[in-house]
């Protein structure tokens, strides 16, 4: 048996732009992406701290260094720029990577910079 546990996220991003025009998904920057050892193209899970909204999008990446978060096509209508998001990956795991598996949780400032990165709970 496996269990879906937290794989990584980034905590309190706060959302650059949102442009409904495009094919879909979430831009993050590269820093933030490789911080949080997500993938490109990996199924994230967003929650909108600001208004509630859970949805689920994929990772493309961002120029490293512009500390942008943009939310793309449908996901666009889910949050406005200034709003704070946290992006969650989950992973499949059985009993015993669960006991040796460390999640990747990265906490960002007010303009999407590095704070911390642990990698517990």
């Known amino acids: ?51 509630g909204e859970r949805f689920t999008t994929y990772v493309i990446e961002g120029k490293a260094g512009q500390k942008d978060i943009c939310l793309n096509g449908a996901a666009a209508r889910k949050a406005h720029v200034g709003d704070k998001i946290i992006i969650i ?6 009993e ?10 990265v906490l960002v400032d007010e303009c999407n910079g590095i704070v911390e990165i642990r990698d517990y709970i």
């Open 89 to 94: 990956a989950y992973a499949h795991m059985n």
């Open 96 to 105: 015993e990577e669960i006991q040796n598996f460390k999640p990747a949780v």
């Open 1 to 51: 048996m496996t269990l879906e546990m937290l794989y990584s996220k980034i905590h309190r991003a706060v959302v650059t732009d949102a442009n409904l025009n495009y094919v879909g998904s979430i831009t993050i920057d590269k820093e933030l992406i490789v911080a949080s050892k997500l993938r490109i193209g990996q199924k994230v899970e967003i929650v909108n701290i600001n208004n």
